[in-house]
């Protein structure tokens, strides 16, 4: 059974609609990443499973009971928020601890639970410290073992690593992972950030304008974007219109193979990610290769990222390895040999191809 239902779930405000009609299913011990851009309706969704919002209509179920008339701290849910909110004037041992006053534990518990709930985020001596004593880093592994000492069925996260220097980010990254299988807690993680999403999800849920676009694993999401939105919003992407001419998707003066399942009419949309462009020497004839200069390269330490301006595409996007020996304004071949092709809002149809033999690719 699941732990989370979202049913039909939604949020107006004022003309708004933050949250559109949204149906989710979280399994029990699942890590889900809610991941849209600012303003499609992530934080609203989180606070009306938390209980700081109230549907306009639709249904919260843990553990298929029905939320939406329980206060927040009646629900079996924690929150970690973006900015700290640690109680400056409380020590670390009492901001952990609160909660649990409020439940009326005994002393020797709360003393058992917010030690293990210190020890759980690796700051195991850090009690007696004030707030303003700790690291941005350190006062949200705080803010972690406050929600988790709780023992919540359910961990909200919403953009809790945000504020944090990039390093930072990465390092709690794979620390909120690690604690949230060892303790096998259900976590629902809001973030704008796709590589974080990307990294830490069992399933991503891509929102936008309030709707969920597409739900599934990050590998999935990454190989089979189901929307244009998701195709450019996720990872790197050349998107290129395209028009459908006999046996051929024309891209400006370029082409690619047609693929049977698209129509000719409409507006056509080729993505196709930068690892997926084949970069072949000029001097070798590939079929439907495209021919193109060098404008850009920048180096990003494993790998050096390219722009290829191709006359009438206009500028792509390549990935490159670095033992290539390739300059700006060396004149090159591009072939695509994994695409999709969107039309008229259906699911994109996906063409793979082989590069002619004996043709070395450069990257
Ligand atoms: N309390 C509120 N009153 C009015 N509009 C709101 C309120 N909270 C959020 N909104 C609006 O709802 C939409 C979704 O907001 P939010 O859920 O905060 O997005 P996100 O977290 O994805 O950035 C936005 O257009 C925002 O302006
Ligand atoms: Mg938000």
Not at 47 to 55: K, L, W
Not at 89 to 101: D, S, T, W
Not at 127 to 132: F, L, M, Q
Not at 196 to 212: H, N, T
């Amino acid at each position: 059974m699941s732990t989370l239902d979202l049913v039909n779930l939604h949020k107006r405000f004022g003309n708004v609609d933050a949250v559109n009609h949204i149906n989710l299913s979280v399994g029990n011990g699942e890590f889900l990443c809610i991941l849209g851009p600012s303003g499609c309706g992530k934080s609203t969704a989180l606070r009306m499973i938390a209980g700081f919002e109230t549907p306009t209509s639709g249904d919260v179920r843990i553990d298929g009971a029905s939320v939406v008339e329980m206060p927040p701290n009646r629900r079996p849910t924690a929150m970690v928020f973006q900015k700290y909110t640690l109680w400056p004037h409380m020590k670390v041992y009492e901001n952990i601890a609160f909660g649990l006053h409020l439940r009326r534990l005994p002393r020797a518990e709360i003393d058992r639970k917010v030690q293990g709930a210190l020890d759980l985020v690796g700051l195991s001596s850090y009690g007696p410290r004030y707030p303003a004593q700790l690291s941005g880093g350190e006062q949200q592994r705080i803010a972690l073992a406050r929600a988790l000492v709780l023992e919540p069925k359910i961990l909200l996260l919403d953009e809790p690593f945000s504020n944090l220097d990039a390093l930072l980010r990465v390092r709690l990254r794979e620390e909120l992972r690690r604690i949230q299988r060892q303790v096998h807690i259900t976590a629902i993680f809001v973030t704008h950030d796709q590589e974080e999403a990307l990294s830490l999800a069992d399933r991503i849920a891509v929102m936008s304008k309030g709707q969920i676009e597409q739900l599934d694993k990050p590998s999935v999401i990454y190989a089979h974007p189901q929307t244009l939105f998701v195709a450019d919003f996720i990872g790197a992407m050349n998107l290129l219109q395209a028009t459908a001419s006999g046996d051929k998707l024309q891209i400006g003066t370029q082409a690619l193979p047609l693929p049977a399942a698209v129509n000719g009419s409409g507006t056509i949309t080729v993505a196709i990610r930068p690892e997926d462009l084949a970069l072949v020497p000029s001097s070798e004839t590939q079929a439907n290769a495209w021919m193109g200069t060098v404008e850009q390269l920048m180096d990003m330490g494993h790998y050096r990222k390219g722009i290829v301006n191709v006359p009438d595409v206009g500028r792509v996007k390549v990935y490159l390895s670095k033992s290539l020996s390739l300059n700006e304004n060396d004149r090159v071949a591009l072939a695509p040999v994994r695409y999709l092709v969107y039309q008229n809002g259906q699911p994109p149809v996906e063409v793979s191809r082989q590069l002619d033999r004996g043709v070395l690719a450069y990257n």
